[in-house]
């Protein structure tokens, strides 16, 4: 018995894309094993990569680059998947291939994504595990804030390719669920669902919660599970048998099927549970090859079923894409528990040469030029080709705002007033300004500058209490905006002044993005923010109430180790005002961040 599936596509097409996913599998081994085994080594020390985590997103990636993305999309590729982004790049021209052997070497091609290091900018610097795949969320709000302000930030969706694993950091969620996410369309996270992780197969099956988390947060979920061989077996005698028996496997169960000899998949896969025989007469016909062919054929490796998935995406909400997949899909380490860090061997790594039709002595080789997957990459590059930016001319930064305060004040009252002093002084500069707060603005003084300039909206809400005369603090919620206000997850805040502060080398469009917080919780943002920063994203991070700032609330809100960690913090000034006057002298920014530079 022979599977079929048909293609969503044209046979021609199809065909080329898998010839072009095949050669984006072989340059991505290529380029680690070349950096471990053929580039010298003097030091002797690791140089690591990963083969198996970049197998496992493939398919996905590639499929991505070639039929689906735009010039104005934005995607946030995760850490271990460099290579294949590496590899994408190369084949659609925008890498020398000098590079394709400097992975992890001075100079070269990063570990993982950056956007300022690597010789091709990444969309999203990416690494510290759960920050790189929240920043599309922030990327997001940033683009409709420039939209909003400047009408320059374009349209275009913001993906995300996240690891299953990752998704077990707190950060994402705290992303997941923050209120003014829900809003956000352009969102696409798309969850590389290998069911593995650094150490072992996950033991439990966390789809189904998965599923429930997004969809309570106000998400599209979409479940890519079984490709086209797998669904066309499903449709014969014995096929609902099966999937509920494939469905009802533990992952550690699975896992093992990956790696067991045709022989062993039918005494295997039955079982021993009723259904056993009807699953077993199934598997029975169906040929040695087919049979190895539809145990690995997940939603996440299948063209079609990509295909169909990434149409159904609802652009009036973010949208998740929980795609299963193999780690280590097409390499001889498929699916083994400690494939993660693992390299091929030189003769395993020949048999995938010799598979994927490339010479092991010229691993860098390209497409024929007018081939069908030349032409598909052709077609890919020039679609996706972005318009060059300009660099925003730089605005004039007063010296001296013309006020001298007087009397006694905090330094926390003075921020508020300086805004708005800088404001009427230097309008062009104080539009460039947006400030952020974790639903801390009134009791960090910021409640006349949020009246005065309103809060950011990316569509006008009414304030049902503006009649109401005990109101101080008026909540005009309009696109015109200048105030964020999020939930309270200062990890969230500094996420999206990252982002905020990336505008400049996006959309030509620089902005100063203020975040306050009290600065005991600047310690807990810390990672994210220095990740921010890492990545380009100019901010000024304001912690109060502290030291001679303290506020009324008392020395609960106190903290005496944040001027320690500014001094420590490389690419940050840090700095204190002892008094009112030293917070308008520290605070207007430099001619330099609002210009068109880093």
């Not at 097409?13 to 050669?23: G, I, M, N, P």
């Not at 790189?132 to 275009?156: D, E, K, S």
């Not at 969809?215 to 096929?239: M, N």
């Not at 997940?298 to 929980?322: C, E, K, S, W």
Request: proline share 7%; with cysteine; glycine share 10%.
């Amino acid at each position: 018995m022979t599977l079929t599936a048909v293609p969503a596509g044209t046979d021609i097409d199809d065909a080329a894309l898998r010839e072009v996913e095949q050669r984006v599998l072989w340059l991505a081994t290529a380029i680690v094993d070349h950096a471990n085994r053929v580039r010298p080594n003097p030091s002797g020390l690791k140089v690591g990569g990963h083969q198996a985590s970049s197998a496992s997103i493939v398919t996905l990636m590639t499929a991505l680059w070639l039929e689906q993305l735009g010039p104005e999309d934005r995607v946030s590729v995760k850490p271990h998947a460099s290579p294949v982004l590496h590899a994408l790049e190369y084949l659609l021209g925008q890498l020398d291939p000098a590079y394709l052997t400097t992975l992890r070497e001075f100079g070269g091609l990063q570990s993982y994504p950056s956007r300022l290091k690597d010789p091709v900018p990444a969309d999203y610097s990416t690494g510290s595990v759960g920050i790189g795949a929240t920043a599309p969320i922030w990327g997001a709000i940033a683009r409709r804030y420039v939209n909003t302000q400047f009408g320059t930030g374009g349209a275009g969706r913001q993906w995300s390719l996240v690891g299953d694993a990752e998704l077990d950091e707190g950060a994402v969620w705290e992303a997941v669920l923050d209120p003014m996410v829900a809003e956000l369309g352009e969102v696409v996270w798309i969850v590389d669902l290998n069911r593995q992780s650094l150490d072992r197969v996950v033991p439990t099956m966390g789809a189904t919660r998965l599923q429930g988390m997004f969809a309570a947060a106000g998400w599209q979920v979409l479940t890519v599970k079984y490709g086209a061989l797998l669904e066309e077996l499903f449709t014969r005698p014995g096929g609902a048998e099966l999937r509920d028996r494939i469905d009802e496997m533990t992952n550690a169960e699975y896992q093992r099927m990956l790696r067991r000899t045709p022989a062993e998949l039918r005494a295997q896969l039955p079982g021993d549970g009723a259904a056993a025989a009807r699953i077993g007469g199934l598997v029975a016909d169906v040929a040695d090859e087919d049979l190895l062919a539809a145990v690995r054929n997940l939603g996440g490796h299948d063209l079609a079923t990509l295909r169909t998935a990434f149409a159904q995406i609802d652009d009036t909400r973010p949208t998740v894409v929980l795609a299963y997949t193999l780690k280590g899909y097409g390499l001889a380490t498929e699916g083994h528990p400690q494939n993660h860090s693992a390299l091929l061997s030189e003769a395993q790594l020949g048999e995938l040469a010799a598979r994927v039709g490339v010479d092991p002595a010229d691993p860098w080789t390209t497409f024929e030029p007018g081939s069908a997957p030349a032409e598909l990459l052709a077609a890919a590059a020039a679609r996706l080709r972005r318009t060059e930016l300009e660099g925003a001319p730089a605005v004039a930064v007063p010296a001296d705002l013309g006020r001298t305060p007087s009397g006694t004040a905090t330094t926390q009252a003075a921020l508020g007033r300086t805004l708005l002093d800088l404001n009427r002084a230097a309008p062009e500069v104080g539009a460039r300004v947006v400030t952020v707060s974790p639903d801390v603005s009134s009791s960090t003084n910021l409640g006349g500058w949020v009246n005065k300039v309103g809060v950011w909206s990316a569509e006008d809400r009414r304030d049902w209490f503006s009649d109401d005369p005990e109101t101080i603090l008026h909540w005009r919620e309009r696109p015109s905006g200048q105030h964020v206000e999020l939930g309270i997850a200062e990890t969230n805040l500094v996420g999206l002044m990252g982002e905020l502060g990336s505008t400049w080398n996006r959309w030509d469009q620089p902005l100063l993005p203020i975040g306050v917080m009290y600065d005991p919780f600047v310690a807990r943002a810390l990672e994210p923010w220095s990740f921010g920063v890492y990545a380009g994203g100019q901010s000024i991070l304001v912690g109060t109430p502290s030291g001679v700032t303290l506020a009324p609330e008392g020395g609960a809100h106190q903290s005496i180790t944040t001027p320690s960690i500014g001094l420590e913090q490389p690419g940050v000034v840090t700095y204190e005002p002892a008094f009112a006057l030293d917070t308008e002298w520290c605070l207007p920014p430099t001619p330099r961040m609002l210009g068109a530079g880093p």
